[in-house]
């Protein structure tokens, strides 16, 4: 199994608090990367990151932001948040790895937060 | 990115041999073919990948035609365990993986 855990699983809070969700893994990725899921629906890129101190953004606009100053931790930050955020946030990670078959991602269970 | 089309749903009993086809038309020389497994309130979990013809491990098949423009997910014999929704993906080989997730076949098996 992969070792990459997210915090918490499960968030329930109101309009307006900033949110962190947490990201680390112990297999040493260099790359990780953050998705966003709605229930029955498909995973959309939100952010990821190649190492240490790389960000970009993914193909879904997000207000989140992320940071990655340690190889094993790449959370998730919500400054203010509102209904509009409630989803299912999925993180993920992978070997650096630039010739042959690309290596697989490795998920975490998520974090389904939900914003009264 | 390649997009791909595979059946929304489909229905399959407890000991049969389940196939899920993937077409991907536009896939570029170096793109790779990746399944993915997810259960719910779960991520999804990574099955089997290939680039031609068949790629076989200790839970999957993969076939792949000489064109590549699709691909089939192969399960032996399902139990009720692999009631999931199952992923097709094509992956760019830059060195970095842009994974594209479509709405997924949802399998259920039944006993």
């Known amino acids: 199994e992969a070792d990459i855990y997210q915090t918490p699983r499960y968030l329930v809070i109101g309009t307006g608090k900033k949110i962190t969700l947490e990201c680390s893994q112990t297999?040493?990725?260099?790359?990780m990367y953050w998705y966003q899921q709605d229930p029955g629906m498909e995973l959309h890129l939100i952010h990821y990151s190649y190492g240490v101190n790389s960000t970009e953004k993914g193909d879904l606009s997000s207000e989140s932001t992320v940071s990655r100053i340690r190889t094993e931790h790449f959370p998730l930050t919500l400054e203010s948040a509102r209904p509009s955020h409630t989803s299912q946030y999925l993180c993920?990670?992978?070997?650096?790895?630039?010739?042959?078959?690309?290596?697989?991602?490795?998920f975490g269970d998520g974090t389904r937060l939900s914003i009264l | 990115l390649a997009k791909t089309t595979q059946p929304i749903s489909m229905d399959s009993y407890e000991g049969q041999e389940v196939n899920i086809t993937c077409s991907h038309n536009?896939?570029?020389?170096?793109?790779?073919i990746t399944w993915y497994q997810q259960f719910p309130s779960q991520g999804p979990r990574f099955i089997i990948q290939g680039y031609k013809t068949k790629v076989t491990n200790e839970v999957a098949s993969l076939f792949i035609p000489a064109d590549r423009k699709s691909s089939t997910l192969s399960l032996p014999r399902v139990s009720l365990s692999d009631t999931a929704v199952y992923y097709c993906?094509?992956?760019?080989?830059?060195?970095?993986?842009?994974?594209?997730f479509g709405t997924g076949t949802r399998l259920l098996v039944s006993p």
């Open positions: 993920a990670s992978s070997d650096d790895r630039t010739s042959g078959s690309n290596q697989p991602q490795h």
């Open positions: 297999m040493g990725h260099d790359k």
């Open positions: 993906l094509v992956d760019v080989n830059t060195g970095f993986q842009k994974l594209v």
């Open positions: 536009n896939i570029a020389t170096n793109d790779y």
